[in-house]
């Protein structure tokens, strides 16, 4: 497996979050109680189901969450970053669009340094074969079928085939929309609506070389959240529930459980070391924990280790290509690694503190920093399964 992660960094300043007023929600409000039923739910369903839900979710209820541009910006007329910064912001407030991802403010750039990534090190003796998991507005798959036309063999293109996984069917729409400008584009561009971590969707293992695609994705994944009362007590499951008599949601606390979340906690080598150099120091460490306790709680990429392990699993012998934020601004919800909750309206950003705010009356988007430290670890553990294996 050849893996090749770029990463991506916000800046300090977040375009379009200059004012930070909060609004009262119209009378006939729907609350995220509305996605939580009688029984607790672990942070990761609630998380899917506030952005994914087909009815409530915010890409269910926003099909043009991800901005498109009508035209490519030309760079050589701003003069610095202060005027980029400007033009971005301008661009915001024409537009009530919660973000514009990097392969569409770059295009058709982004995408073309994508497709000559892969034609200087693809296997051209088998059919190209591409996947991109959330494809979003179909700018990356129209960019980078655009160049192989032009740059490739003719054998290439005529024989590669490019297929989308998404789970938005308005976005999936939008794709086929986007990408079918180009008329020779369509045989070879195929959109597959469906949950790209859902093994089931996924048929028979491909076994010949192809590439995967994965740009702004991580960020939109279900995480699970575990809270710990004070530095030496073990870690918990955090699950959701709708409060009794109350149209609120609460935080239930239960032992680690669930084989995803455990297997994540083992990866991120977050349980104590079981052996110290000194018996003191964890002593001590306890001691302090009980004068002055201080709760820890920590977002962890579940949703990104189940769709890396599915992956792994259908597409042996793909070659990654990931691009994300590893670094978000001003959140304000706590633990480590949480995301960004917020939502937009009129050109205006509002974030929230508590991600069980998500209220269902405007659509509120959940974005979590990327943790590239995870991808290695994983990758480490599948390469060490296979030379284990290939030893036997």
Known sequence: MFIVIRRLRLPPISVGRFQNQVWTPPL????????????????????HSALYHPLHGYFSQRPRSV???????????????????????????QNDISWFTPVEIFKPWYAHAIAEAIMRTANFSV???????GGGSGTCAKGILDYIMLNAPPKVYNSMTYTSVEISP??????????????????KFRVECRDAADRRGWGDVERQPCW??????????????????NQVSPWMEVWVERQHGRE?????????QDPLITRCVEIMDMDEPKTTRSIAVPTLKGIWSKVYP?????????????????????????????????????????????PLVSTKKDGSSSDYENYMDAKVWFPISLIFQSSFFIFKHILKMKLQVISNHLSH
């Open 28 to 47: 006939h409000a729907l609350f995220s109680t509305h996605i939580v039923a009688d029984k607790p739910i672990l942070v990761r369903d609630f998380v």
């Open 67 to 93: 901005g498109v541009l009508h035209s490519s910006i030309k760079f050589n007329q701003l003069e610095g970053r202060k005027a980029y910064m400007r033009y971005l912001d301008n661009i915001y407030k």
């Open 127 to 133: 059919p190209l074969k591409i996947y991109e998991i």
């Open 170 to 187: 308005s976005l999936a729409e939008v794709q086929r929309e986007t990408v079918g400008e180009v008329r020779s584009h369509i045989p």
């Open 212 to 229: 995967v695609i994965m740009l702004e994705v991580l960020d939109n994944l279900p995480h699970d959240l575990v809270y710990s009362e």
């Open 248 to 256: 609120t949601l609460g935080e239930l606390y239960k032992p680690l």
């Open 294 to 338: 201080k709760p820890r709680r920590c977002w962890l990429p579940t949703g990104c280790l189940k769709l890396l392990e599915v992956l792994h699993e259908v597409l042996p012998k793909m070659s990654l290509i990931a691009s994300d934020f590893s670094y978000l601004p001003d959140v304000k919800v706590p633990g480590e690694r949480a």
